[in-house]
């Protein structure tokens, strides 16, 4: 059985861990709201956006732009968004273990998958495994999701466009509360416009609307306004998942400091109880060594 002061020194050093994971557990909600802040305000946006180059596609065609061109797949580029601390439970671990199921399974046919890495945990752990890093990046902050959103969306734009790449992926955790996030894996380019209602409306039970509407007039022309728009598009998909990811970063480490917290008071609590049964027994011992001696002297 451990001695008194041992089980004491385990106390102490429990306490100093719990304080410690309270602070980050304090630390991890105020950044969750400034996170949450800014996804709900670039959701607006990235919604508008996403309906206007589905609309434009739709009438425009795909072969309107490169970068709606289809092609067979040969190679492939994935994106994936991670931190660069831990202390956030299966954050991470989630995000690489997608990317390895998508590439061994939707990716089988592809003769080369390789890998565009933001933050430093992803990077670690494929740097390991001897995958194809193209590049690295440090995570994303609030202040650095932007320009980390558009250097990211210029390179795989590029690798497109030149033919290195047919397609391009982006992983990360999407934000849906505090408690839940889902491990995304979504196609960037070419792009899949996605369908809006009106275009399924008119679709489906509009036609005479739809051929009336079968186009729409451009400023300052068609291509100037969908060189300007597509790639935009890209930027702002990638901007989203940066936001969604550090907010579904912060929310899963305060959900496990939070738990981490709650083992350590039970921890303390075992602790206490050790140390209090094991001081009564060296008292117990104590008085029946008194009351032996003096026993024996009597005797």
Sequence with gaps: MPSLKAIRNRITSVKNTRKITRAIKLVSTAKLR?????????RPYASAITKVV???SAVA???????????????????VMTSDRGQAGAFNANVVKAVERYAANELSGATEVSLRIIGRKGNQYFARRRATV?????????????EVARDTANRVID?????????????YNEFKSAISQVTRVKQLLPV???KTTALTTATAGHAAVAEAS??????????ELLNRLVPLYIQIQLYRAALESIAAFFAAQMTAMENATKNAGEMVAKLTL?????????????????????????G
Excluded: C, M, W
Excluded at 35 to 40: E, T
């Design 34 to 42: 400034r996170a949450q802040d800014a996804l709900i305000a670039a």
């Design 54 to 56: 589905s609309e434009l």
């Design 61 to 79: 065609g795909t072969d309107s732009h490169k970068l709606f061109e289809e092609r067979p797949l040969a190679k492939a580029a994935i994106v």
């Design 134 to 146: 193209t590049s690295f990046d440090p995570a994303p902050i609030g202040a650095t999701a932007l």
């Design 159 to 171: 690798d497109f466009t030149s033919g290195k790449v047919d397609r391009v992926f982006v992983a």
């Design 192 to 194: 899949v416009p996605e």
């Design 214 to 223: 079968s186009d729409f007039l451009y400023e300052p022309g068609k291509q």
């Design 274 to 298: 050790s140390y209090n049964r094991a001081r009564q027994a060296s008292i117990t011992k104590e008085l029946l060594e008194i009351i032996g001696g003096a026993e024996a002297l009597k």
